[in-house]
């Protein structure tokens, strides 16, 4: 991307949440030796999120980009690893009360084989093992409480993410955009002006005036200032697929030796997370307000936290407009982050989505400038992300087993499904081929077979013949016992998490 006749093009970025610094960081990084300038605006009157302190092992690009490396940042924001998420409680089916959703493993070619294969013996009424707990490296890794640094990487290796504390990644990032030549003003702004055009031509703020740019970034979260306040872009929502829309979060007291994953248990009206950091445990609800009240929610997760809560720790609650905006990139302004949408944290896929949209949006501006083209392509490109990775983690509700609550009922019974989902669902149902109707769709780059694999027949969803006439397979029971031997023998080349101080140091 190159300014027109070399003069310089100004950037601004209205919002200073994690989206908006991980934007500023990029953007500078990639942009500001291209003749770009680019500032960010923040409000101290307006908090940002304060949540999102999980990730998927995509956000790993994001510090490489950057030349940050972990045994930095890691300490800076209490950070820990992830190898992957439990469900619990999601499904009771007995043997299926829980499971792991691992991140993948250079052994998992191999393991994932005999896992297909051992579910589609499943399907045909074979009394095989086909609980994904068996199959992966990162699960006997978490079980080990072994972290997935591997020691010998020509041997074994995998891939994982990081939990970390949102506020402290934010000024990490605050202060490593100074270092790149972010200029950071603090301000509120007050209305956004547009041009003859269309185009957004400047914000007008409480104590700065006027600020103009040429391209804008609107992070400001929830609200989206500027994308759907200003420019009126349409909002599609999400609330007939997925019913959630409230969250409380409180800290407790960190765990002397954490496994490193996070765990998502189900509850009355939805799930909590578990996610381990250095200085703190972050716990939060996420819930209906249409099945329960806020002081409800807040009380049935300190019910479930006990004696571990934080004496000094409030409850934080949130409200969640889930969907997504119909265009991400609409005349010289970007969105980015909750302005342009979030599904729910089940999976922990927001800051990725964030890093995608600002990678994408920097490649296609390259390619076609601000050609209609380009923009087109981008929003379907995002939309998709967006659609597919809410179909995922509608399975997790549709799936679900839970007879406890009005809420699972209807999230088993009334929740709207997209044709893509209904499709796959059929495939599985009827113990058809679902790596093939995966491909079709060609889908797997938002979630992988395994994936797939992993969660249906995580919560013991499998086709309603498949267990009438259940009968041994020595072949398969054997190729289990191979891999757990063979997992066990990986496991050795990852350190075991002595505590929670220590990890980064490996
Ligand atoms: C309950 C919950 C759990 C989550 N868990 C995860 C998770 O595990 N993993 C994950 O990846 N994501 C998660 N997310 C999403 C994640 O929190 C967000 O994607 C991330 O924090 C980015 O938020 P943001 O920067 O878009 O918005 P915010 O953090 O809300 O920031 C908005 C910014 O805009 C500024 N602003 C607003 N209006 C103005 C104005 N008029 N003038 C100037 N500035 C203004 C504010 O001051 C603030 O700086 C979760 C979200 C929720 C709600």
């Given at each position: 991307m190159q300014t027109n006749n070399g003069e310089t093009k100004k950037i601004l970025i209205v919002g200073g949440g994690t989206a908006g610094w991980m934007a500023a960081n990029l953007f500078a990084k990639k942009l500001i030796n291209k003749g770009f300038e680019i500032s960010l605006l923040e409000s101290s009157d307006i908090p940002t999120?304060?949540?999102?302190e999980g990730s998927t092992p995509y956000i790993k690009r994001f510090f490489d980009a950057l030349d940050i490396e972990e045994s930095e940042w890691m300490s800076a924001c209490c950070a820990t690893y992830k190898g992957g998420i439990t469900f619990a409680?999601?499904?009771?089916i007995p043997g299926h009360t829980s499971y792991f959703h691992p991140f993948l493993s250079s052994v998992d070619g191999e393991c994932f084989n005999v896992f297909r294969q051992v579910t589609t013996l499943r399907h045909h009424g074979y009394e095989v093992n086909a609980h994904p707990n068996d199959y992966f490296l990162q699960t006997e890794l978490v079980k080990q409480k072994?972290?997935?640094?591997?020691?010998?990487k020509q041997k074994s290796d995998t891939i994982y993410a990081y939990h970390f504390d949102a506020s402290k990644l934010g000024e990490y990032l605050k202060k490593h955009a100074a270092s790149l030549g972010v200029k950071h003003i603090v301000d509120s702004v007050t209305q956004v002006k547009l041009a003859p055009s269309g185009d957004i031509s400047h914000v007008e703020t409480k104590k700065n005036g006027l600020v103009e740019a040429d391209i804008f970034v609107d992070c400001t979260g929830f609200s989206a200032l500027l994308i759907q306040k200003t420019l009126g872009v349409p909002f599609t929502i999400f609330k007939d697929n997925l019913y959630n829309d409230a969250a409380v979060a409180i800290p407790s007291a960190p765990k002397s030796q954490y496994s490193p994953q996070t765990v998502a248990t189900a509850m009355s009206n939805g799930w909590r997370w578990d996610i381990p950091l250095t200085t703190r445990n972050g716990n939060g609800y996420v819930y209906s307000s249409d099945f329960q009240s806020a002081d409800d929610a807040e009380a049935e997760l300190r019910r479930s936290l006990g004696d571990s809560i934080l004496t000094d720790a409030s409850a934080r609650h949130i409200k969640m407009r889930v969907g997504r905006t119909t265009?991400?990139?609409h005349k010289n302004c970007v969105a980015i982050g909750l302005s342009q949408g979030f599904i729910e944290p089940l999976e922990a896929t927001a800051l990725h989505i964030v890093q995608l949209s600002i990678e994408q949006f920097i490649e296609q501006y390259e390619k076609g400038d601000y050609s209609p083209k380009y923009q087109g392509f981008y929003n379907d490109g995002v939309n998709l992300v967006f659609e597919h990775i809410r179909d995922y983690i509608v399975l997790h509700y549709l799936t679900n087993s839970r007879q406890n609550s009005n809420y699972w009922l209807a999230c088993r019974n009334d929740i709207k499904i997209s044709d893509s989902l209904q499709a796959i669902m059929e495939v599985w149902c009827q113990g058809g081929d679902l790596d093939a109707e995966l491909k079709r769709q060609q889908i797997?780059?938002?979630?992988?077979s395994m994936s797939w694999h992993v969660l249906l027949s995580g919560v013991g969803?499998?086709?309603?013949?498949?267990?009438?006439?259940l009968q041994k397979h020595a072949a398969a029971d054997d190729a289990l016992k191979q891999i757990r031997q063979q997992l066990k023998e990986h496991a050795r080349f990852f350190p075991i998490n002595e505590g929670i101080f220590n990890q980064a140091v490996v």
């Amino acid at each position: 991307m190159q300014t027109n006749n070399g003069e310089t093009k100004k950037i601004l970025i209205v919002g200073g949440g994690t989206a908006g610094w991980m934007a500023a960081n990029l953007f500078a990084k990639k942009l500001i030796n291209k003749g770009f300038e680019i500032s960010l605006l923040e409000s101290s009157d307006i908090p940002t999120v304060g949540v999102g302190e999980g990730s998927t092992p995509y956000i790993k690009r994001f510090f490489d980009a950057l030349d940050i490396e972990e045994s930095e940042w890691m300490s800076a924001c209490c950070a820990t690893y992830k190898g992957g998420i439990t469900f619990a409680d999601w499904s009771t089916i007995p043997g299926h009360t829980s499971y792991f959703h691992p991140f993948l493993s250079s052994v998992d070619g191999e393991c994932f084989n005999v896992f297909r294969q051992v579910t589609t013996l499943r399907h045909h009424g074979y009394e095989v093992n086909a609980h994904p707990n068996d199959y992966f490296l990162q699960t006997e890794l978490v079980k080990q409480k072994r972290l997935p640094l591997s020691l010998d990487k020509q041997k074994s290796d995998t891939i994982y993410a990081y939990h970390f504390d949102a506020s402290k990644l934010g000024e990490y990032l605050k202060k490593h955009a100074a270092s790149l030549g972010v200029k950071h003003i603090v301000d509120s702004v007050t209305q956004v002006k547009l041009a003859p055009s269309g185009d957004i031509s400047h914000v007008e703020t409480k104590k700065n005036g006027l600020v103009e740019a040429d391209i804008f970034v609107d992070c400001t979260g929830f609200s989206a200032l500027l994308i759907q306040k200003t420019l009126g872009v349409p909002f599609t929502i999400f609330k007939d697929n997925l019913y959630n829309d409230a969250a409380v979060a409180i800290p407790s007291a960190p765990k002397s030796q954490y496994s490193p994953q996070t765990v998502a248990t189900a509850m009355s009206n939805g799930w909590r997370w578990d996610i381990p950091l250095t200085t703190r445990n972050g716990n939060g609800y996420v819930y209906s307000s249409d099945f329960q009240s806020a002081d409800d929610a807040e009380a049935e997760l300190r019910r479930s936290l006990g004696d571990s809560i934080l004496t000094d720790a409030s409850a934080r609650h949130i409200k969640m407009r889930v969907g997504r905006t119909t265009k991400h990139w609409h005349k010289n302004c970007v969105a980015i982050g909750l302005s342009q949408g979030f599904i729910e944290p089940l999976e922990a896929t927001a800051l990725h989505i964030v890093q995608l949209s600002i990678e994408q949006f920097i490649e296609q501006y390259e390619k076609g400038d601000y050609s209609p083209k380009y923009q087109g392509f981008y929003n379907d490109g995002v939309n998709l992300v967006f659609e597919h990775i809410r179909d995922y983690i509608v399975l997790h509700y549709l799936t679900n087993s839970r007879q406890n609550s009005n809420y699972w009922l209807a999230c088993r019974n009334d929740i709207k499904i997209s044709d893509s989902l209904q499709a796959i669902m059929e495939v599985w149902c009827q113990g058809g081929d679902l790596d093939a109707e995966l491909k079709r769709q060609q889908i797997t780059q938002y979630y992988s077979s395994m994936s797939w694999h992993v969660l249906l027949s995580g919560v013991g969803v499998f086709p309603s013949g498949a267990a009438k006439q259940l009968q041994k397979h020595a072949a398969a029971d054997d190729a289990l016992k191979q891999i757990r031997q063979q997992l066990k023998e990986h496991a050795r080349f990852f350190p075991i998490n002595e505590g929670i101080f220590n990890q980064a140091v490996v």
